[in-house]
């Protein structure tokens, strides 16, 4: 059963940031695209970013030059660091993947950007 858990949510003062980390197991990690996405008070889910099995990233356009997502195969896991955090970063982030066929999701880390 593949499972993914989310950590290094929390409170942070704009302009400050965080890394966010999405540890997988189940699956062969390496072989799989990993994504974040976040969920904003009162709105749907979106896509953050990107990174596929060949290390190519995508960003969303309000994250651009300020996130950066990465990923350790040897530790299964994926990172989002978040630099300049902003009021409206506030969300709970997700990671998904694809693994034959199925989204599998994390269960998601608060992160609140508040002075």
């Known amino acids: 059963q593949v499972q993914l858990v989310e950590s290094g949510g929390g409170l942070v003062q704009p302009g400050g940031s965080l890394r966010l980390s999405c540890t997988a197991s189940?699956?062969?990690?390496?072989?799989?695209?990993i994504d974040w996405y976040r969920k904003a008070p009162g709105k749907g889910r979106r896509l953050v970013a990107s990174?596929?099995?060949?290390?190519?990233?995508n960003y969303a356009d309000d994250v651009k030059g300020r996130f950066t997502i990465s990923r350790d195969n040897a530790k299964n896991a994926a990172y989002l660091q978040m630099n300049s955090l902003k009021p409206e970063d506030t969300a709970v982030y997700y990671c998904?993947?694809?693994?034959?066929?199925?989204?599998?999701w994390g269960q998601g880390t608060q992160v609140t950007v508040s002075s």
């Open positions: 990174i596929t099995n060949g290390e190519i990233t």
């Open positions: 998904r993947t694809i693994d034959r066929g199925k989204v599998y």
């Open positions: 189940g699956m062969f990690f390496s072989r799989n695209a």
